[in-house]
Nanobody, 125 residues
Framework: QVQLVEPGGGSVQAGGSLRLSCVASGRTFNTYTMSTMAWFRQAPGKERELVAR????????YYADPVKARFTISRDNAKNTVNQQMNNLRPEDTAVYYC???????????????WGQGTQVTVSS
């Protein structure tokens, strides 16, 4: 059984920074079913959207346009951890953020098998 746990999140003012972490247990990162790790987010009344994803090798990292140059996704395979550093946060970044794992390199949430419980990020203006 794979579990993804997401400590972190919180509230900041616009322009501030937060760091999200996701710790996986039950499998190691370089197995097929967790070869892609991603962060999604979902704001009230909106669909869940991909924020960033990375392969176990670190190659092929992708960022959604709204977060490019502000967010950085990284993974530590030895610690079964994927992190997301979020800088210069904006009110429109306010959402519940989810860590997810997939065996394919996909932008679609339905291709992801394992999900964390979600953590709230609130950015005030």
């Amino acid at each position: 059984q794979v579990q993804l746990v997401e400590p972190g999140g919180g509230s900041v003012q616009a322009g501030g920074s937060l760091r999200l972490s996701c710790v996986a247990s039950g499998r190691t990162f370089n197995t097929y079913t967790m070869s892609t790790m991603a962060w999604f987010r979902q704001a009230p009344g909106k669909e869940r959207e991909l924020v960033a994803r990375t392969r176990w090798s670190g190659i092929g990292t992708y960022y959604a346009d709204p977060v490019k140059a502000r967010f950085t996704i990284s993974r530590d395979n030895a610690k079964n951890t994927v992190n997301q550093q979020m800088n210069n946060l904006r009110p429109e970044d306010t959402a519940v953020y989810y860590c997810a794992a997939s065996g394919v390199q996909s932008d679609n949430y339905y291709d992801y098998t394992y999900w964390g419980q979600g953590t709230q990020v609130t950015v005030s203006s």
